[in-house]
């Protein structure tokens, strides 16, 4: 059977570092604090010039070097954003110029943290299709524009960040196995950011995202542990199968309470949230990135991607490397 094969992964973040002894400066806050509850030391944060296109567009150039693809080779591209500088056109479109990938049907997917895996399981059900052989997916944000820095709860939390993936169609044991998505718009209301859409007159007057982070805690941790597990059995594979997972990279305290459900050692749950922060959708492709140009993951290696966020979606690939 035709799969999509990852051939190449890129990542990049903005130069600016914000430390969270920068944040201790203007905000009631300590880096005790967000290192005991969060994980995180550090974000990168865009320049006034850089918008998320931007951040995709030098991510997506790494990947497709290493895939050994040209842009004009590209025919879709897919781009999990919540954060495009623009509503429409799509950050896709702004990339597809960006890049010259002049063949390329592109559109964005709007689904929060998620929104890489989301945009992913869309790609691959295209190559499965056939009518798709090169396709670039992309996860890219500046979330540190969404929060209010006089915020607590909510601004430590975030960075800024572009990853993407080239998915080749191949037949073969390699590629990705299956994707499995899940919404729950019951609970909205624990992580949401209004919108342009949300006032019939004027744009809204506070648009900074908002969230009740206990709750969300919880749910996350149950989330991405079942739709792990969800995905090995739908493959008749077992967590003893696993080289590593990856999944999003909002919390250290998540990751480990995943691995525990899991049952899988720390060196088996990747985890680069120290220093990139919570990056919403690029948050998966940077970890993948990291960990392959890192030397990590070997071919035929299974790994497992995992994510969870507004919406609530949550949702996950495996994936035989
Ligand atoms: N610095 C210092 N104190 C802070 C703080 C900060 N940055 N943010 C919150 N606090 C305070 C709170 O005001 C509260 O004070 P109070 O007891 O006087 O009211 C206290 O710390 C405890 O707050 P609480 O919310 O119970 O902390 P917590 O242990 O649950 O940690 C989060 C808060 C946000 C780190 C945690 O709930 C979390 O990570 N949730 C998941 C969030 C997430 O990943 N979202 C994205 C998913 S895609």
């Not at 994980?39 to 895939?67: C, F, P």
């Not at 609530?312 to 994936?319: C, D, F, M």
Request: proline fraction near 3%; glycine fraction near 10%; charged fraction near 20%.
């Amino acid at each position: 059977m035709i799969k999509a094969r990852i051939a190449g992964t890129g990542s990049y973040v903005p130069e600016k570092v914000v430390t969270n002894f920068d944040l201790e400066k203007f905000l009631d806050t300590s880096d005790e604090w967000i290192v005991s509850r969060t994980g995180i030391h550090q974000r990168h944060v865009a320049a006034a010039d850089e918008n998320a296109s931007d951040l995709a567009t030098q991510a997506s150039r790494k990947a497709l070097e290493m895939a050994g693809v040209a842009p004009e080779e590209l025919d879709l591209i897919v781009v999990g954003t919540v954060t495009g500088e623009f509503t429409f056109p799509s950050s896709g479109c702004m990339i597809q110029k960006k890049l010259g990938a002049r063949k390329a049907f592109a559109f964005d997917v709007s689904a929060a943290c998620s929104g890489f895996i989301f945009a992913l399981s869309n790609a691959v059900n295209y190559h499965r299709l056939g009518g798709v052989k090169r396709s670039l997916v992309i996860g890219s944000e500046v979330m540190t524009r969404t929060v209010d820095w006089k915020d607590r709860n909510t601004c430590v939390l975030f960075g800024d960040g572009a990853g993407a993936v080239v998915l080749v169609s191949e037949e073969g044991e390699r590629g990705i196995l299956s994707t499995h998505l899940h919404s729950d718009g019951n609970f909205s209301e624990l992580l949401y950011q209004p919108g342009l859409g949300a006032s019939p007159t004027e744009p809204p007057q506070d648009h900074f995202v908002k969230m009740q982070g206990n709750e969300v805690f919880k749910v996350a941790v149950k989330a991405l542990s079942d739709v792990a597990l969800e995905a090995l059995e739908a493959n008749g594979l077992r967590k003893e199968d696993l080289k590593m997972i990856f999944p999003h990279q909002a919390n250290k305290r998540i990751l480990d309470a995943i691995g525990k459900r899991l049952d899988l050692g720390p060196e088996k749950v990747f985890s680069n949230v120290d220093q990139v922060a919570n990056t919403s959708a690029a948050s998966i492709p940077i970890a993948l990135d990291h960990a392959h140009r890192g030397g990590k993951i070997q071919p035929g290696d299974l790994i497992l991607l995992n994510a969870f966020g507004g919406g609530l979606t949550w949702g996950a690939a495996l994936v035989r490397w």
